[in-house]
């Protein structure tokens, strides 16, 4: 007899099985996920460290973020304070009295206050004035003193004005004619002068002069050159004597600026001369300053006319009292 087969039945709750699998993996990763969560300051600082030296960093951890301190509680001016609360304590800041001007005075005030500023401006540039005209007249008193034998043969000459100080040897003791080196008793003469020179700061230019005959050799191929050595011999020697030469300039002017005629013999002899031109701080050309020096020499005497056009001479900037030095004739009065 055949067997009959019985219709198996339809199992709905099938699905129970996966889900339940997922709901156990989903538990699995929440217990893994809380446990990593829960690694303590110093296993978490030892894996990082691992982790950074495993990728060749240098091992250095960022310290963690401290927890903040609370804030003392501060009680608003409607709450009560604690009985046990300490008592601020009470300082008494002083205040300085202020001087007010009375209504109706605010304009004489200022005008005293301006009269007392230009005062003080005028004191301050009659102060300098002083100083400046005391140290040139103390140049000049010690120049007369050491100079007074060659004074008194008239080989030397000194000369003040209120801006700058001249003291003018003449080429007989310095050089030979038609040449630029010194003799050996003007090392003498100039080393005394430096020795003179070489405590004050005040700047100093040394100028070449010579008389209008005719020079073509192979070192002066005309007097402008034997002109400028000759102030250039007398600068170096200076310099080498105590004599800071960031102070000291040279020019030569060569047969055009003659302080007597050269028709004669004496009057040849006259403009063969050296100078040495001592000036006083405001008189002081700007090019004997280096660039940085200018900045603080504009700054302390600011001025509104634009700076004078260049000379045909040797030095093409001189302001102001240093111009009229330029313009002034060579020798005599200047």
Known sequence: MKRRHHEEHINHERWAIPYGDLITLLLALFVVMYAVSAVNETKFRVMAQSINEAFNGTGKVIEPIRDATPAAQVPLPNQSR???????AKIDVPIPPRNLPLPGHEGAAAERQDAANVNTATAANTTVGKTENASLSQISDEVKRAMKPLIDKSLVSVRQTPDWL??????????PVGVAKLQPAAEDVLRKLAGILAPFPNAMRIEGYTDNTPIATALFPSNWELSAARAATVARLITTTGVDPHRVGIIGWGEFRPTANNASEEGRNRNRRVLIVVMSDKAAPARFYSDADRVDLAAATPSTTPPPAATAATEVEAPTAGAARLAAPAGGAR
């Open 82 to 88: 604690s009985p046990t609360a300490a008592p601020i």
């Open 166 to 175: 001249e003291i003018e040897v003449r080429t007989d003791i310095l050089f």
